[in-house]
């Protein structure tokens, strides 16, 4: 498709659960990023990728969190152990060139659930 | 990291009738500035953006926002809404050549007929 692509949209799961998150970017994109939305809250920046590599990982909130992108285009977002504090919106983006324009074009998001 | 102030978290408008949404961010440095618009069940899209030069800037659907480098803020306005303008708007700001965005909290517009 021709926008950035997230699966699943909707996740419920159990505490202590192991959960990944996908995303599909726009074709040739090569700055992917992660933010965390929750209730009554704007995005929150978690990671971003240019390329392969995480250029910036500082928004991670702690070692349960980690991300991949191993080919340079889709990303993962893993979560282990997962916690009722982590119930949000995942939001997915990327962009051509973050530095110019500053543009970012997000998925639909993955709506995580704890119980 | 920018802090941004969506000062109102719901603003009901009567169709046809002026609105503001009003952001201010906390510093003074040389930003970008974004309004990001989130129709029902959709993802967050760009609505406009100021990176450079002059400082009010509009959207082909009317809406038009003012940078105030003084004030630090960057409010938006439409002089007369839509039933379809019902969404939710966010605020963001990053440092320029930065690629992180910092959202406000988001204000909710629901037009009326």
New interface residues.
């Given amino acids: 498709g021709a ?2 692509s997230q699966t699943p949209s909707n996740k419920v799961t159990e505490k202590g659960k192991y959960v990944e998150l996908r995303c599909d970017p726009i074709s040739g994109h090569t ?1 992917l ?1 992660w ?1 965390r939305q929750s209730l ?6 978690l990671i ?1 990728f240019q390329g392969t590599g995480a ?2 990982d500082s928004g991670l909130p702690n070692d349960r969190f980690f991300a991949v992108r191993p080919e340079g285009s889709v990303s993962t977002l893993k979560i282990q152990r997962t916690e009722r504090g982590d119930s949000a919106v995942y ?1 997915c ?1 990327s ?1 051509s060139n ?2 110019i ?9 993955s709506r995580l659930t704890v119980l | 990291a920018q802090s941004v102030t969506q000062l109102d978290s719901q603003v009901p408008v009567f169709e046809e009738a002026p609105v503001e949404l009003r952001c201010n961010y906390s510093s003074s440095v040389s930003v970008y500035l974004f309004w990001y618009v989130q129709y029902p069940n959709q993802g967050l899209q760009l609505l406009l953006k100021y990176l450079s030069g002059s400082t009010l800037v509009e959207s082909i659907n009317g809406f038009e926002a003012e940078f105030n480098k003084s004030q630090t803020s960057f409010h938006l306005r439409k002089p007369s809404v839509h039933i379809s303008d019902t969404a939710e708007y966010f605020c963001a700001v990053s440092d320029s050549n930065d690629y992180k965005l910092s959202f406000g909290a988001g204000t909710t517009v629901t037009v009326r007929a």
């Fill in positions: 926008g950035v700055a990023y933010y009554g809250q704007g995005p929150e920046f971003y250029a910036d939001l983006a962009s973050p530095s324009s500053g543009e970012l074009f997000f998925g639909e998001g």
